[in-house]
Every structure is written in C-alpha cells, then in structure tokens.
C-alpha cells in the first residue's frame, strides 16, 4: 500500500438527479432527466429518479454515513431546476437553502462540501429552446453560478462548473441515450460541445466574482488504445482521443481547439465552426485553480465507419469487467494523469480524481454486502494515483464514485456504484464491505 501525500483529499461523489428525488418538492422546476425518464422506452425497467435514494430528506443521515466512513470531502451536485425552475430570472429561495443546509450539515461533520454546478439535469423549460444548442443557455449558466456562488462560496471547499461534457455531447446530442435524447452528429455533437465550454468559462468567471476560492470542472478521460495494429483502428483511435480526451481540455489551458477536431468538424459539419464567436476561446481559458478526472476505463477502439465518432469501443480482451461491462484497467488512470502532464506540463493545474469507482452485483445476505471486487478496484485504482504521482504528476486527492447506490441515468437501478448498499423499497442504508475497507484505507 502506497503512501499518499500530506493533505490528501479522501473524497466520494454523487449527483442531484440520482440521488436527491423529491423531484415535486421544495419549488424545483422539471429538468430534461424528469422528462427524459418519464418517456417510455428510454430507462431500463421504465426507472425514474423520482425517489432515487430520497437524499432530499435523508441528507442529515447521509452525511452521518461520511462522517463514520472517515471522508474529509464530498463531491455533490446542485439541480439547476431547484435554484432556478425556470432556468432563467428568479431564483428558488428553498431550493439555495437545501444546499445551504446540506453545505452547513457537511462543515459541522468536518467534511469539506465541493458541489459541481451542472450534472446532466438541464431546465426543461432551457431545453424547449434549444437547450445547449443554444447559445443563450450558456449566459444563463452564468446567471446560475453567480447565484449559486453568492450562497456557498464563503463554505465551498471547491466548485466544479460541469460534470462530463463529453458524454453530454456524446450521450445526449449525438447518440441519443441519454437526455435529451438527440441524434445529432457532429454538428449538434459540436454545438452542444462549443456552448458548454462557454457556459463553463462564463461560470469560472461568475463565481470567481462571487467570492468563490477553488474552481475547477469534473471532465471524463479515458485513453485511446486501438484494438490492433491496423492502420484504420490506429486512426480511429487518435480520432476519439482528440474528441474525448482534447475537445474539453484543450480549450481550456491552450486556449483553442484540438486541430484534429476542426478538421474533423471542417469535413462533416462545416458550418457548426460559425458558432465560434471572437472572443469565445478567451472566456473559456479563464485560469483554472484544479482540473477533475473522471476515469473509469480506457477507450478500446476499432474502426467503424457507421458510428458519428469513427468508431466502435469495446472492453479490454483478458481484463476483469465490472457488472455494467467496463473493463478494469488500472494502469490506463496512471497513463491519464501523466498524459494530462505530458501534454500540458505546467499550465496542467493541480489534479483531482473527482470520480472513480466500478458497479458491482451487489446481494444484501444477513445484513452483509461481501464487495470485495470494489474494495480492490478502489485500492488498485489508488496505487494507479500513487504511481501517475511518482511520475510527476500533481494529484491531490480522490473521490470514489459513489457514496451510495442510485439512479444511474439509462440503465435506471440495475447497476450499483455504491459504498453504501440502499434498499430502494425502504430507503435503508447498509455500508459494504467495500466501505469498512476504505474506512481502513483513509484511517491509514
Ligand atoms: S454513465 C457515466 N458515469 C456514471 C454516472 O453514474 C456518473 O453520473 C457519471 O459522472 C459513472 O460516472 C459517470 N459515464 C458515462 C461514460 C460513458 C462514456 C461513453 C463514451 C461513448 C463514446
């Protein structure tokens, strides 16, 4: 077991839609995940986040939960549709106060609250225009974090703006699988991709101007590895790359975008590259106090002509796969940090994990959850940081991915992220195995 640095943040994740439910309460407002759940066919077994784990009244023993597992932070999300139900002008005065009380909950436990501004629950009423297609949302974003800022950031250890970009544009604009269900290409994929980085450099200024301290934003990264040694997949492979792992970073800390994605959205989709305004590239460099990794496996790429991306991902051949099919590799988190370093050197800012972490079969036998595959991805997935870190990358701190089981978006509650075991019929919590591990880890 690897040592970690002095100060090291031991944190876990989660986010408003699944977990939070009382989706008709407090004033919040519809957001595109209420819609998207609620349409037939779209969410396996017809789940919705209606009740998830009823966080929105259970927070107090939630965080109890943390207290008890040793965490010094914890990694939430706001519903934009609870501060803002319509998105825009008024602000929903019981939607701040649950955070406030959350936020004031997390500090008297001597953990330290680092919310994210926007995990995937968009204003239904911003989508009826257009949603991220539309230029607008990303100045209501703004409006939104300045007024999320002026209540927390005299308490929030760190903010993140977004939460995966990519799998927005991916999931949502292009594939369709998730909200809002759109199947765009790469000219809707660019437009939602363009908008959010301006709504995130917009946001960084917003709260900075509110008295916010860290801000940072939560991107998903997973290396490109071809699946052979033909020329196509080699291609393929270098073309994710620059969707997945540049497209949302580069931006940022160059300034400008990747050249083999304006290439690529020059050929299919010219005139998505209009959407560009001067000016734009500057607001979404705004300097950054922390970059967030999500990581959770690397991107195995054959050629396919038929996707929108050029290609087809598949599971690593000869790895161990989690419940929801994702295959363990360890060592491709240590590559996504030192990448991170190699390409960025020192305009990299300091890195956290802001989320890691594998679905698992989980049966509650007597009162007991035997997770032992999680308590190993966890440890192998820490030794991974310790070694990005002997290598010089700046990792200060990790988030498992999750606190406790929930709704995990199009596949509903079949697949569960948790340290903590909930029984969706009666909203008990049982911690696993995996958290009694972990409570050792952070106790050292
Ligand atoms: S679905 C997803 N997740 C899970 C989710 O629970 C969490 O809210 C997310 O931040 C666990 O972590 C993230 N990620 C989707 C990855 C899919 C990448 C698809 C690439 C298509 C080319």
């Keep these: 077991m690897s040592d970690l640095p002095a100060g090291f943040v031991w944190g876990a994740a989660t986010a408003a839609y699944q977990i939070e439910g009382a989706v008709a309460e407090g004033g919040r407002g519809a957001s595109v995940w209420d819609t998207f759940s609620h349409t037939a066919g779209r969410i396996k077994n017809g789940d919705t986040g209606d009740v998830a784990c009823d966080h929105f009244h259970r927070y107090k023993e939630d965080v109890a939960l943390m207290k008890e597992l040793g965490l010094t932070a914890y990694r939430f999300s706001i519903a934009w549709p609870r501060v803002q139900p319509e998105g825009r002008g008024r602000t929903n005065a019981a939607g701040l106060a649950f955070y406030d009380a959350l936020t004031d909950e997390l500090l008297n436990a001597g953990i330290q609250p680092w919310p994210t501004l926007f995990h995937w629950d968009l204003p239904q009423a911003l989508e009826d225009d257009g949603g991220w297609l539309n230029r607008d949302t990303a100045h209501r974003f703004e409006d939104y974090a300045f007024a999320v800022g002026e209540q927390l950031a005299d308490r929030a250890a760190g903010f993140m703006t977004l939460n995966e970009p990519f799998v927005v544009m991916a999931l949502g604009y292009m594939l369709g699988i998730h909200a809002p269900g759109h199947q765009l290409g790469l000219a809707g994929g660019f437009a939602s991709a363009h908008h959010q980085l301006l709504a995130h450099g917009m946001a960084v200024r917003a709260l900075r101007e509110a008295g916010a301290r860290q801000v940072g934003i939560a991107n998903n990264y997973a290396p490109a590895w071809p699946a052979t040694d033909r020329d196509a997949d080699h291609e393929a492979a270098a073309q994710l790359d620059a969707l997945h ?5 580069d931006p940022l800390l160059r300034g400008q975008y990747p050249a083999a994605v304006l290439d690529l959205v020059s050929t299919h989709a010219p005139e998505a590259l209009n959407l560009i305004q001067s000016g734009d590239l500057a607001t979404i460099a705004a300097p950054l106090d922390f970059l967030g990794v999500n990581y959770y496996q690397p991107d195995h790429v054959t050629a396919d002509p038929q996707s929108p991306f050029g290609a087809k991902v598949e599971g690593v051949p000869g790895r161990e796969r989690t419940h929801f099919g994702w295959s363990v590799v360890p060592e491709a988190l240590t590559q996504t940090l030192t990448d991170l370093k190699a390409r960025y050197g020192d305009d990299c800012p300091p890195i956290y994990v802001t989320e890691s972490g594998c679905s698992q079969p989980d049966v509650l036998i007597d009162g007991r ?23 010089g990358a700046d990792v200060r701190g990790y988030f498992a991915w999750s606190l406790m089981d929930n709704f995990e978006w199009a596949e509903g509650y079949s697949q569960r ?28």
């Design 245 to 249: 792992n540049h497209l949302f970073t």
């Design 417 to 444: 992220f948790g340290l903590v075991y909930v029984d969706f019929e009666t909203q008990e919590r049982t911690p696993k195995d995996s958290f009694h591990w972990l409570k050792r880890r952070i106790g050292g």
């Design 369 to 391: 959850v035997r997770d032992e595959a999680r308590s190993r991805y966890h440890e192998a997935h820490l030794e991974a940081v310790a070694a990005a870190i002997a290598r």
